[in-house]
């Protein structure tokens, strides 16, 4: 295939015990110009990022219920996540809601961003189901309501 135009920019938000460490890798690769460790980033800031990225991917070994999933979701990213418990329970639902990876492989994620650069359809149809199935799911009146209906349940 023809590669389309594009400028390809990675964000590491967080500040793990591997930032260090992967922050050092970039720089000997010199590759400080395509990929940018925002560090931890606050409410406001953390919005922020999430309204400037096109794609979210979420490499892991095992999640339960991870927030900056949720987050993704929230704001309608197509993600881009690892094939693990957890993560697959999540977004595995009726319908696809996101590209899993198996084993985690960078080569993996590479395809699944590739699939998605190359399908804007797939996103749109991706960013559409995430968000939808977010507010569905995971709203605060969703959970509201959920836990509402336990404690009433177990006053009587």
């Given at each position: 295939?023809?590669?389309?135009?594009?400028?390809?920019r990675?964000?590491?938000?967080?500040?793990?015990?591997?930032?260090?460490?992967?922050?050092?890798?970039?720089?000997?690769?010199?590759?400080?110009?395509?990929?940018?460790?925002?560090?931890?980033?606050?409410?406001?800031?953390?919005?922020?990022?999430?309204?400037s990225?096109?794609?979210?991917?979420?490499?892991?070994?095992?999640?339960?219920?991870?927030?900056?999933l949720?987050?993704?979701?929230?704001?309608?990213?197509?993600?881009?996540a690892?094939?693990?418990?957890?993560?697959?329970?999540?977004?595995?639902?009726?319908?696809?809601?996101?590209?899993?990876?198996?084993?985690?492989?960078?080569?993996?994620?590479?395809?699944?961003?590739?699939?998605l650069?190359?399908?804007?359809?797939?996103?749109?149809?991706?960013?559409?189901l995430?968000?939808?199935?977010?507010?569905?799911?995971?709203?605060?009146?969703?959970?509201?309501?959920?836990?509402?209906?336990?404690?009433?349940?177990?006053?009587?």
């Amino acid at each position: 295939k023809q590669s389309p135009a594009i400028d390809y920019r990675v964000t590491l938000a967080g500040n793990g015990d591997t930032w260090e460490s992967l922050h050092e890798k970039v720089k000997e690769a010199g590759l400080e110009e395509y990929i940018h460790f925002p560090g931890y980033l606050g409410e406001d800031e953390l919005l922020e990022w999430f309204q400037s990225i096109d794609i979210y991917l979420h490499a892991s070994e095992g999640e339960t219920l991870s927030t900056s999933l949720l987050q993704a979701m929230s704001m309608g990213l197509p993600i881009v996540a690892s094939d693990v418990p957890g993560i697959t329970n999540l977004l595995q639902r009726d319908e696809e809601c996101g590209l899993l990876v198996k084993n985690s492989r960078p080569e993996g994620f590479a395809d699944a961003v590739n699939t998605l650069v190359y399908d804007p359809i797939k996103i749109k149809e991706l960013s559409t189901l995430v968000r939808q199935y977010a507010v569905d799911i995971y709203s605060q009146d969703v959970m509201f309501n959920a836990y509402n209906k336990i404690i009433k349940g177990k006053i009587k």
